[in-house]
Structures are given as C-alpha cells and as structure tokens.
C-alpha cells in the first residue's frame, strides 16, 4: 500500500501561510495582504493618481502591398494569404498611429486574425516575418500549455507579461506588439463535455479578455518574487507601484490545421459540395472547404461564439507542393539551405547547391508531409556526417547533388577518400623538400625512397600532424649519429620502409656497417 504524498496548497492556502510566516518574522512591519491576489488596486504616482504614458510613436508607414512584396522574398505562395494579413496589419497599426495623434479612438473593431492550414505551410514564419518588419515585439506559444485559472497549466497573462520581456521592458511598445498562438484548434470544447471543462472553453474566456481589452498586471499574483519585490516595496514606500499593461492595440493571432473542420463545412454545405468535382479536380480536401468557412462553422467546431466574435480575419494558408518546397529551399531568404551554406563555411568549406541536389530533398521532404518543416530534417539527415567529418579533412568544397542526397555515406566514403589521395601525393612532394632542405643544412645527404615517404605522409595524416613535426621525429638522432660515420659528409642515405620503421635501430646499422668495412 503507498501512502499519498503531501497535498499541494491552492493559492488562498500559500497565501495564507505566506502571511503567517511574515507575520511571525517581522510582525506588523510587513503586509503581504496589501497586494495580495490583486497587486493593481494600489495607487502609483506620489499625488494618489494613476500616470499615464505618452502614446509612442509607432513609425508605421507602409502600405498592403509594401508588406507583401517583403513578405515574397522570405514565403513561398500562400499569395492570397499574404494580401490578407498584409491588409489587416495596415488596418491596425494604421489605427494605432491615428490614435497616438487624435487620441483614444473608440470606433475601431480591432483586425485580430485567425489562420487556418496545415502544419509546415508558413504560418507562423509569415506573422514573426511581419512583426520582424514592424519591429513590434512577437511572442509565440502553444494554446494546449494554457489551462483554465486554478488548474495546472500556464496563464494566459503571461503572454502578455512575456511581451514586456521581449520588448526589453519598454511597457508603450509591448502594447502594439504581437501574441502568436498556434494549436488553437485543439482548445475547441467538444459538444459533448459534461460538466466543467477545465481545457479549452475557459482558456477561450481567459482569451477572450485579452483580446478585447483589459489590463494586465505586470506581477504574477501567486509568483513568490513578485509578491516579495512588492513587499519590499511597500516596505520602503509605503505603497505598491501600479504596473500594468493594457491589451487595447496589442494585435492577437491565432492558428491552427483545424482537422475536422472541413467535415463541419461539408454538412452545412450539403449537395453544394459536389460542385467541387464538377471542376475535374478530383474529390475535394479539407483545404478547398476552408475558403468557405463561416463563423457558425468554427462554433459547431467547438469554439464559444463571443470568442471567435473577436476574431474577424480569417486566412487560409495552402499546402506547400514539391515546387515549392523547392523554391524555398533555391530562392526564399529564409531558405534553410542558408544555413547550412553558412554552417560550412564556418569551416572552410565552400557548399555549392544544385538544382537536382535542391530537387531531390523537396521531393524527399514532400513525402514527408509535413510541409516547410520536413525540409530542415531532410537536410539534417544528408548532412549530419558531412559537419562531422569535413571539417578535419582537407576538402574544401562540396557538391550538393541528387546522388549525395540519395547516398549521403556512399558519397561522403568517396569525397573522404579521394581527399586523402590527393592529400597524401601532396604530402609525398612536401616531405621531398623537406628532406632536401634536411640534407643541406646539415650537410649529410639523405633520400627518401618513394614508399617511406608514403609511410610517413600517412602517419601524418592519420595522426593529424603536421609533417614538419614527424619528420623531426624521426631522424632526430640522424645528424650526431652520421657525423660518427668518418666521411659520412656528402654521401648519400636512402631512407626506406625499414628505417621509418625503427630509425635508431637503422641507424646503427648503418654505423656498425661503416666501421666494419673499413677496419
């Protein structure tokens, strides 16, 4: 029988016990009730009122198709996405710039977007693209990480406190800047939940907040530092600065595949749907329902009806093909080719892609299915054991063909091993110098016999060393030992396998062998 563990406080609880530790420490000196749960009551300027900051001055000043054009040089198709997203971003940054000049503008329906398609389609590379662009702060999660108020799971607030930190603390420009949530599809709450759902209908409220307009504490209530830095504050001061963050202008997009969704439009569609084969296109997929999706469809979906109220832009993003996934990987800025272009480089190595090369990983990533996405493990996958190796060999360029894409070891044997041919020929005529060198300043001739040679270029580049190192290794000894050897000055001494070898032991002979024949 196991025995449970301790039962996990809720937050009234740590509160509490929080509040008894402090005042068993330090008695009435410190309150942590003051902030509580709910750190934005306190007052903030010296005068008992709120500050407020002046509007920033967003420097916004492009137009639908100036973002568009800047968005073809880094995504490939998704052409009616683009135009889009580049026209609700004018929309809204528009909107914000008007308003930091006339002031709060109160008639505006704020263009939060909802993005619908595949995964690996460019989805969240267009949004972080365009906020790269605007220069407003992006932050991207995950909706499954959140969870309702109360339960395990993030809190949606941290977004927006996350907004701040990318923003390196400058509150006014994290307040135009971006929320990216991907997955959202998987907070739809089933039509058949019995009871509190406690995963995706009260993340949808939580959101709902945020994306209409709220504020926002900059200290997590039930965050121990941020309740200890408002204690220390209050401590000093005597009251507790009022950081906050308001969510008006802060532009709310949110994305998902949407399985199942095209099932929904089908119904509601019915016998229109067969108008679909009537174009001769075969039976029709998920993606051509998309461009028909109507707000009823993404309810019956699951989502609650205020929620996707708040998000008015719809886009569909299609399914990358072969040609495309080739395009991105031979044109696009953001090609990840580029990378491991750069990778190479990095060491000396000029990469020189091909088409066939760049043809056959889009046909490899293509069947993945994946989209974009496949293409960075495809790429991996061929030049994992080209980083690995390369970079300690001598060659200096690389091909990308079809076949290194195919055969990625098969190859890499072959480069390897013709690299080291020519390496050791090359070696070969640099030992010949060196020993010529050798013999004049030392005045002893010696020769290297074309197979000791060898032997020593592939003890050398087996051992990774250079040649000048091992050639001293070895005849060390040779210049006090042949001036033993009476008249040794202008003969000459082959050097061969025997005497690379064991040099002392040839050495010696060859002594022996002097002072035996002239006795």
Not at 72 to 95: E, G
Not at 317 to 338: A, Q, T, V, W, Y
Not at 478 to 485: D, S, V
Request: some cysteine; glycine content about 8%.
């Amino acid at each position: 029988m196991t025995t449970a563990g301790p039962k996990w406080p809720n937050p009234d609880e740590l509160k509490r016990d929080m509040e008894e530790f402090f005042a068993h420490k330090y008695g009435d000196k410190v309150k942590l009730g003051v902030i509580g749960a709910n750190p934005d009551q306190a007052q903030t300027a010296e005068d008992g009122t709120e500050a407020k900051d002046a509007p920033l001055d967003l420097d916004f000043d492009y137009l639908p198709r100036d973002i568009k054009k800047y968005l073809d040089r880094f995504v490939v198709k998704q052409d009616a996405a683009k135009k889009v997203l580049a026209t609700a971003i004018c929309d809204h940054y528009n909107h914000i710039k008007r308003c930091s000049v006339k002031g709060p503008c109160k008639e505006y329906a704020k263009q939060n977007i909802i993005m619908l398609g595949p995964t690996g389609v460019g989805k969240t590379y267009l949004v972080r693209t365009i906020a790269d662009l605007i220069g407003v702060p992006f932050v991207k999660a995950d909706a499954t990480k959140f969870s309702e108020t109360g339960y395990v799971g993030g809190d949606v607030e941290d977004l927006v406190r996350e907004l701040v930190h990318k923003a390196d603390g400058n509150v006014r420009l994290a307040e135009y800047g971006i929320i990216y949530l991907d997955e959202i599809d998987k907070i739809a709450t089933p039509s058949n939940v019995v009871g509190r759902d406690v995963s995706g209908g009260g993340v949808q409220r939580n959101l709902l907040k945020l994306m209409e307009e709220t504020e926002v504490s900059l200290r997590t209530p039930f965050d121990l530092t941020s309740q200890l830095q408002a204690a220390m504050e209050f401590q000093s001061k005597g009251k507790v600065s009022r950081n906050v963050i308001n969510t008006r202008h802060i532009l709310f997009i949110v994305s998902g595949a949407f399985s199942g969704l095209g099932d929904v439009i089908r119904r509601r569609l019915g016998a229109k749907a067969i108008g679909f084969r009537a174009a001769g296109r075969g039976a029709p997929t998920d993606e051509d329902y998309f461009g028909l999706v109507r707000s009823s469809d993404f309810i019956e979906f699951g989502f609650e009806s205020e929620f996707i109220g708040r998000l008015p832009v719809v886009v569909n993003c299609h399914e990358l093909g072969e040609d495309d996934l080739f395009e991105i990987l031979k044109n696009s800025e953001g090609s990840i080719m580029r990378q491991y272009v750069n990778a190479f480089d990095a060491y000396g190595i000029d990469l020189e892609p091909t088409d066939e090369g760049l043809r056959r990983i889009a046909q490899k990533a293509y069947e993945e299915r994946t989209g974009a996405r496949s293409l960075v493990g495809v790429c991996e996958r061929t030049f994992r054991e080209y980083k690995y190796n390369l970079p300690h060999s001598p060659v200096k360029g690389l091909e990308l063909t079809a076949r290194l894409v195919d055969q990625p070891d098969v190859v890499l044997g072959e480069i390897l091993q013709k690299a080291r041919a020519e390496r050791l020929d090359e070696m070969d005529h640099e030992l010949d110098l060196i020993a010529l060198n050798w013999s004049q300043a030392n005045d002893i001739q010696i020769h290297l016999a074309p197979e000791a040679a060898r032997m020593l270029s592939v003890r050398t580049f087996d051992g990774e060393r250079r040649l000048e190192e091992v050639f001293a290794d070895i005849f060390k000894d040779f210049e006090h030992g042949l001036n033993l050897i009476r008249g040794a000055k202008g003969m000459e001494f082959v050097v061969t396998e025997e005497v690379v070898r064991d040099p002392k032991a040839a050495l010696d002979k060859w002594i022996r062998a002097y002072y035996a024949n002239n006795k």
